[in-house]
């Protein structure tokens, strides 16, 4: 899709970009400046901000009537203490994701499924099967009933992600059940590590293609 968007269609923009030590990191941003060959956006960095310009990042524009993702340039940034602004080349074209900001891949991590059973909290070892910002879908080892609100632990090498989220329905895949769950509570940063890890993974299986 060319790039036809302007600023009273953008809510805000997402930045993934790589630091100085080559790790995927993502930011939210307010677009300032929306012109033909030039985006500025500016973000808030409490504790500074260093990273190499220019760069290959993936930009997201979120607006009302769906999320647009494509990749272009961080040309170069300032930082006005406690503010960023970055300085990117305009895309030439957007996919239009269908109104999903957050997108699945498939992630088999540990995790521990909490609800209660009665009066009683009972907790289920489970298998994440695919997960995205705002929802996961868990392997079960057992059939779960009139289930609504549930807690979420999802154990990454790296930390645990805890969640609250709502039960959505349950499949019988091949003999495995599946329990599928949207997030009702998750901290902004736990958000944005999922997104990154998502990113991470869908880099890593196009590779695996090229390859």
Not at 3 to 19: A, G, T, V
Not at 51 to 57: G, K, R
Not at 145 to 164: C, P, W
Not at 177 to 201: G, V, W
Request: charged share 30%.
């Amino acid at each position: 899709m060319k790039f036809n968007l302007n600023l009273d269609s953008i809510n805000y923009i997402k930045i993934i970009y790589k630091d100085s030590n080559n790790k995927l990191c993502i930011t939210k941003a307010a677009i300032r400046f929306l012109g033909e060959r030039e985006i500025i956006s500016c973000a808030k960095f409490e504790n500074g901000f260093r990273v190499e310009t220019p760069q290959d990042i993936i930009l997201s524009f979120i607006c009302d009537n769906g999320l647009y993702r494509t990749t272009t340039i961080l040309k170069y940034f300032e930082y006005r203490d406690p503010y960023v602004y970055f300085t990117l080349k305009t895309p030439q074209g957007l996919e239009y994701q269908q109104n999903r900001e957050y997108f699945r891949v498939k992630m088999h991590e540990d995790a521990i499924l909490s609800f209660k059973d009665g009066d009683k909290i009972k907790r289920l070892l489970c298998k994440t099967h695919d997960i995205s910002a705002n929802g996961v879908r868990l392997e079960i080892p057992e059939n779960i009933n009139n289930i609504d609100e549930v807690g979420i632990s999802i154990l990454f090498d790296s930390r645990e992600v805890k969640a609250k989220a709502k039960f959505i329905r349950l499949d019988n895949e091949d003999d495995i059940l599946k329990a599928s769950f949207t997030f009702t509570y998750l901290k902004e940063n736990d958000m944005d590590f999922i997104s990154r890890c998502c990113i991470q993974k869908q880099l890593e299986y196009k590779r695996s293609i090229l390859y």
